[in-house]
């Protein structure tokens, strides 16, 4: 498995729900890119928060 840790200002979350991936946070109107905390349904990070990098431009955006 590969990671790419992207460095910059992450960007505000308001949102009260907790987003699972980069295009719930898309149709949810976060349309910009950049570092997000997201809520994967995982066992590996048993619901635990983890912060990622969203890219909300390429190809209509909504990638994690």
């Not at 570092?35 to 048993?46: A, L, Q």
Request: with cysteine.
């Amino acid at each position: 498995m590969n990671f790419i840790i992207f460095k910059g200002p992450s960007i505000s979350q308001n949102a009260t729900s907790k987003p699972v991936d980069c295009e719930e946070l898309l149709r949810n109107g976060f349309n910009s890119s950049g570092v997000y905390t997201i809520w994967p349904r995982s066992r590996v990070t048993e619901d635990r928060p983890i912060q990622v990098f969203c890219d909300m431009d390429t190809d209509g955006g909504g990638w994690t």
